[in-house]
């Protein structure tokens, strides 16, 4: 039977009921619907984005104090309150600037220049023994290693390894010191497929770029990702955060379970199509505790996912500190599912500062990192890292460094820092009024206090000559021993007993100490305020 009159019929009496109904509306409010829905839409799919991305505890409170702000003189209360925490924080470091050149001098200074730079140097804080990480050389600058890698970067100072032609001692170098890292984190290892290489770079932050940037490049080319999200631990290195800003990534970051380690399970979560990488560190930053690289690097391999291990701190550490028969659990390129791994050879590899290595599992990955540019009017151009230009010197400074070590070097170093690592543990937990958050792996050593401001004792600290690291979640403070603290061991657990006595008997904070400003930026529920704060501090420092 032919159901074209009865569809005909229909439309014709739709038409009627719908023109009847519709009539009853003036002609500009028909006109403007269908813009005022299309705008709702979009406002509530912008909050739904924020919220999904935020949660919505932190976009609520965003909401909230952004419509505060549109009242008459509410906003500029907040900016003047703002802005005396920035000057607070600014304090120490505006009047140093105060009389800084703005203009080359007319007469140069010639070789006079030396002794105005030890003047300033001389206005230096005294570093040796008392600050977290910073400088993990021992012993003097003047003498010993200091001296050693100081000879070899001046020797290459006017090289660039960009000039492969001219300067190939410098490309020399830094393939042995690539070949060198690599070997001892699993590269000459069968599980690792044999096929590990890398480049240096100017520092971990550099080499976490590399490894997120060509991690997004090769799961588009292995995917067809186009809208790569990234998952990390909380406790994963502020790197990320950077890397995910710069290349346009949607950066999930998950909670870390009781023992301070990455979630395993709760990553898994958080996995979906669009996932390019997972993330694993040994040590993390925050609490010295290795994440669960084996669980990772299984998850990783089952979802066809990328994995980056973070070694920055322990990659000149963990090999020796595991044949000292330290109880390190797998974290390199032994672990199927690791594709890649950052190292920095400054820190623990006694190298100049400026010197880091990214590390691939092969070189269908790595090719991911590199630029090649045929279209210039200059020639053909390719680069390997970010920079174009890099110091030579540095490179060869780090070759320096382990050559004149060596593995028996290595090994004696891990010895002593390990061991100071754990005379503090133990000092730190004769403090009753503190606790070791987790348990360290490696040579840092993070507490807190469930009865006195952790900050307060840290202004103390500081007063004393100190620089530890403050953190939050919990509001605790952490150590990154080096070998400048082996003298210093005594003297650090004496300072901060005294330091947990003058806070017990006299509390609150001290003058010109930042207690308050670190205590109300962790309590601060509006957490883009606090970012505003940390980019205006930054703004005016730099």
Avoid at 233 to 256: G, T, W
Avoid at 296 to 316: E, N, Q, T
Avoid at 490 to 495: C, N, V
Wanted: charged share 20%; net charge positive.
């Amino acid at each position: 039977m032919d159901s074209s009159p009865s569809t005909a019929s229909f439309l014709i009496r739709f038409r009627g009921s719908a023109n009847s109904f519709l009539s009853q509306f003036e002609p500009l409010a028909l006109l403007l619907a269908p813009f005022l829905t299309l705008l709702v839409a979009r406002v509530f799919h912008s909050f739904l984005s924020v919220t999904v991305e935020k949660g919505l505890k932190a976009s609520l409170i965003g909401f909230f104090m952004s419509s505060i702000k549109l009242f008459p003189g509410v906003k500029s209360y907040i900016d003047a309150e703002k802005q005396k925490v920035v000057d607070k924080l600014q304090s120490g470091s505006k009047s140093k600037r105060e009389n800084s050149r703005t203009e080359l001098p007319t007469t140069g200074l010639g070789v006079g220049v030396i002794e105005e730079m030890k003047h300033e140097k001389s206005k230096d804080v005294d570093w040796q023994g008392k600050c977290s990480g910073t400088v993990y050389i021992g012993g003097s600058e003047s003498e010993g290693h200091f001296s050693l890698i100081n000879e070899a970067c001046s020797m290459f100072a006017h090289t660039n390894p960009l000039h492969l032609d001219v300067f190939q001692s410098v490309a020399r170098f830094e393939a042995e010191v690539v070949a060198m890292t690599a070997a001892l984190l699993g590269s000459k290892e069968k599980a690792s497929g044999g096929q590990v290489c890398g480049n240096m770079t100017s520092g971990g932050t550099e080499s976490i770029l590399l490894a997120v940037k060509t991690s997004r490049d090769f799961m588009k080319m292995k995917k067809g990702i186009t809208k790569p999200e990234m998952i990390i631990a909380e406790s994963a290195h502020s790197a990320y955060d950077k890397a995910a800003q710069y290349f346009n990534i949607k950066l999930r970051r998950v909670p870390v379970n009781k023992e301070y380690q990455a979630d395993v399970k709760a990553i898994r979560k958080h996995i979906n199509r669009n996932t390019i990488l997972i993330v694993g560190s040994a040590p993390g930053f925050p609490h010295g505790i290795i994440d669960p690289i084996e669980d990772l690097g299984k998850l990783a391999h089952s979802y066809g996912i990328c994995l980056h291990v973070d070694l920055c701190l322990g990659g000149f550490v963990l090999p020796f500190a595991r044949k000292l028969g330290y109880p390190i659990p797998s974290f390199d390129f032994t672990v199927m599912g690791v594709t890649s791994i950052s190292v920095d050879v400054h820190k623990y590899g006694l190298a100049p500062k400026g010197t880091s290595i990214v590390l691939y599992r092969n070189h269908d990955i790595r090719k991911h990192q590199f630029v090649a540019v045929t279209e210039w009017s200059g020639g053909l151009y390719v680069s390997p890292t970010i920079a174009g230009s890099r110091p030579g010197g540095l490179i060869a400074g780090a070759w320096a460094a382990m050559m004149s070590l060596g593995q028996e070097g290595y090994m004696e170093h891990t010895r002593k820092i390990m061991e100071v690592s754990k005379m503090i543990q133990k000092g730190i937990n004769e403090i009753p009024e503190f606790f070791i958050i987790g348990r360290p792996d490696m040579t840092i050593v993070a507490f807190g206090s469930a009865v006195l401001d952790i900050f307060e004792v840290n202004d103390i600290m500081s007063a004393k000559g100190w620089h530890l690291n403050a953190l939050q979640r919990p509001n605790s403070l952490h150590i990154c021993v080096t070998l400048q603290h082996v003298p210093f061991v005594d003297a650090f657990i004496q300072d901060l007993r005294d330091a947990v006595k003058t806070v017990k008997e006299n509390p609150g904070p001290i003058s010109g100490g930042l207690a308050p400003i670190y205590g109300a930026a962790g309590r601060m529920p509006d957490r883009g305020m606090v970012q505003e704060l940390l980019v205006n501090y930054m703004d005016g420092t730099c």
